[in-house]
């Protein structure tokens, strides 16, 4: 079977970790990078710390609003799945190139999957929220990470189409973390001590875009009492700078970092003493290494680490912040996103797409 997987930004990197190696000892892959976040110094850290292969197509489609964006990969993505003919689309997460490769393959009569179905914040004004329902509706199979997920699918009439793979990024954390959690390099850099700051990660538009959430943002991160670690997304750096409180912020004791390839963030979570993030995958990597997490929103997509204790949702209440980071989460870690093996899970599942 031949396949064109749709990748676009940080995230879906880690993804496709997961699960390209699984299948192309299968099946043929076409890897294709919309360029939704172009960034080449972080695309090739993935490819060389991950064991990405690099992506056979490159579009370069980036910026501009969310509607051009898909609309200008939706124009590339149709002629290309008619030239390339794949068996099968495959897409991960939430972003505008899910949206856009489960759209085109759906218009080309190509069977989609979608990786990380069923996912539901219930706040429909987030824009990868719209990108998760539409994609779930316009795909063929949806591949979740969660029971949880599931059962959101079945409330839509989509649980015919659902099958339970467990969550991919699971497989790529458990695969680093041995080596990770020996690494103090990141910590030295940083100039922080094991277990004695926080983690930081922001770029989701609700926070960044809007000067006064920004502000409230910065404000909030300066009145942490312990060290903060920020790796500043391109997206937050440049919000940051237009509104002039980059200065402010590393006046205040925040340690601002450049993005970090996998292997070194995950290093970071892992001797943090929280997470203070507004990020999905954070949140739930929190979880599974066990350092809790408060959340800079008021929703989430990854309930199980909320109802579990393990994940605090402040929006971007300093105070609630504050509080939340002083808690010491006792509960239990259940195994809520799958085996470690969900790459293989999703190959197998893939399979009778061929048909
Ligand atoms: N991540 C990374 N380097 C960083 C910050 C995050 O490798 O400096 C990883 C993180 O471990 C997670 C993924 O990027 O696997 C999350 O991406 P992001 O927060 O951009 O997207 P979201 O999950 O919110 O869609």
């Given at each position: 079977m031949r396949v064109l997987t749709v990748i676009g930004n940080r995230p879906q990197f880690v993804k496709a970790a997961a699960v390209s190696g699984p299948l192309r000892e299968a099946h043929e892959e076409i890897l294709l990078?919309?360029?939704?976040?172009?960034?080449?110094?972080?695309?090739?850290?993935?490819v060389e710390e991950l064991g990405i292969p690099r992506p056979e197509i490159e579009l370069g489609i980036g910026g501009g609003s969310n509607t051009e964006q898909t609309g200008r990969m939706l124009e590339a993505l149709g002629p290309l799945l008619a030239s390339e003919a794949p068996d099968a689309v495959l897409v991960y997460g939430d972003t505008n190139s899910t949206l856009a490769g489960?759209?085109?393959?759906?218009?080309?009569?190509?069977?989609?999957?979608?990786v990380e179905a069923g996912m539901r914040s219930g706040d429909r004004t987030m824009p990868e929220e719209l990108n998760r329902i539409l994609t779930d509706h316009a795909s063929?199979?949806?591949?979740?990470?969660?029971?949880?997920?599931?059962?959101?699918?079945?409330?839509e009439g989509l649980g015919a189409r659902a099958e339970l793979v467990g969550d991919v990024m699971v497989d790529v954390?458990?695969?680093?973390r041995p080596r990770a959690a020996k690494d103090s390099g990141p910590l030295e850099q940083a100039g922080v001590e094991r277990?004695?700051?926080?983690?930081?990660?922001?770029?989701?538009?609700?926070?960044?875009?809007?000067p006064e959430r920004l502000a409230r943002l910065a404000e909030l991160l300066a009145a942490v009492p312990d060290p903060v670690v920020l790796p500043l997304h391109p997206r937050t750096r440049a919000r940051l700078e237009e509104a002039g409180l980059l200065a402010g912020l590393e006046e205040s004791g925040v340690k601002l970092l450049a993005p970090l390839g996998y292997p070194a963030f995950t290093a970071l979570l892992l001797g943090?003493?929280?997470?203070?993030?507004?990020?999905?995958?954070?949140?739930k990597e929190a979880y599974l290494a066990?350092?809790?997490?408060?959340?800079?929103?008021?929703t989430t997509e990854w309930v199980e680490?909320?109802?579990?204790?393990?994940?605090?949702?402040?929006?971007?209440?300093?105070?609630?912040?504050?509080?939340?980071?002083?808690?010491?989460?006792?509960?239990?870690?259940?195994?809520v996103y799958g085996d470690g093996r969900a790459g293989h899970h999703v190959v197998a599942a893939l399979s009778p797409l061929a048909g």
């Open positions: 990078h919309t360029g939704q976040h172009y960034d080449d110094e972080l695309s090739t850290i993935f489960a759209l085109a393959g759906a218009q080309a009569q190509v069977p989609v999957a979608h063929d199979l949806l591949l979740c990470p969660s029971q949880v997920a599931v059962e959101n699918l079945a409330i954390a458990e695969l680093v277990g004695g700051y926080v983690l930081a990660t922001a770029h989701r538009a609700a926070n960044v875009d809007d943090a003493k929280a997470v203070l993030t507004d990020s999905g995958g954070v949140q066990g350092i809790p997490c408060v959340t800079l929103r008021d680490t909320v109802d579990l204790g393990w994940n605090r949702l402040v929006d971007l209440d300093a105070g609630k912040a504050l509080e939340a980071l002083q808690e010491q989460p006792s509960g239990a870690r259940p195994a």
